[in-house]
Every structure is written in structure tokens, then in C-alpha cells.
């Protein structure tokens, strides 16, 4: 079972950056996909960033494309989403999650079997 370790979130001014980090403890053979979600109070949960385990694809949300950047580091088991010129909207609690097979829509949450506790990102 693979397990998902967030850190990296804070508070910030609108216009400044952060990088969210989540280390894994099983990455090469356990995980298809690689995904970034975030949840703002009273919202649902929403696909913000993801790619295929090893590099390759990347898909964004249309919110935050050309701002965020999703990388992998597979030698350290660790996710990365780097965001810049955050926006209040932005604001959220952070998940890293897996899937094991190649999700049908990269934004639906049932297809991830393993999820991270979260990292609160809180821009204002």
C-alpha cells in the first residue's frame, strides 16, 4: 500500500510562490499516475495537476496552467508541484494522490487508491 507524505504548504501574499513536496514510499512499481488535487472549504476535491509515473505526460487544470509545475524526482520517490503567482483563489488544502492504472479522467478522484494527508495553502 503505497503512503503519501505532504509538506511545503504556508501562507503567502497573492503574486508569491511555493513548492509543495510528497514523498512516497513505494513509487516505480505501484504507481501509474502521479496527481495533485486541492480543496477549498465548502468545495469539492479538484484535480489541479498530474502525470504519468516515470515522466511523460503532464495535465493541468485550466486555472493554473502557466502558473503550477508538475516534476517527479524518482531517485528520491518524491512529487513536486511548484506554484507561482499564487492567487487568493488558490487558496486550499493540498493532496498528493496515486493511481495504479492509467485513470479514465486524470480529475476523478475514485481513481486514486492512495492519498496524502494534505498541506494547507492559504494565499491572501
Known amino acids: 500500500h503505497v503512503q503519501l507524505v505532504e509538506s511545503g504548504g504556508g501562507s503567502v501574499q497573492a503574486g508569491g510562490s511555493l513548492k509543495l513536496s510528497c514523498v512516497t514510499s513505494e513509487y516505480t512499481f505501484s504507481v501509474y499516475q502521479l496527481a495533485w488535487f486541492r480543496q477549498a472549504p465548502g468545495k469539492e476535491r479538484e484535480g489541479v495537476a498530474a502525470m504519468w509515473s516515470g515522466g511523460g505526460r503532464t495535465y493541468y487544470a485550466d486555472s493554473v496552467k502557466g502558473r503550477f509545475t508538475i516534476s517527479e524526482d524518482s531517485a528520491k520517490n518524491a512529487l513536486y508541484l511548484q506554484m507561482n503567482d499564487l492567487v487568493p483563489e488558490d487558496t486550499g488544502m493540498y493532496y498528493c494522490?496515486?493511481?495504479?492504472?492509467?485513470?479514465?479522467?486524470?480529475?476523478?478522484?475514485?481513481?486514486?487508491?492512495?492519498w496524502g494527508q494534505g498541506t494547507q495553502v492559504t494565499v491572501s
Open positions: 494522490a496515486t493511481a495504479p492504472m492509467k485513470p479514465r479522467s486524470w480529475t476523478d478522484v475514485t481513481e486514486y487508491n492512495a
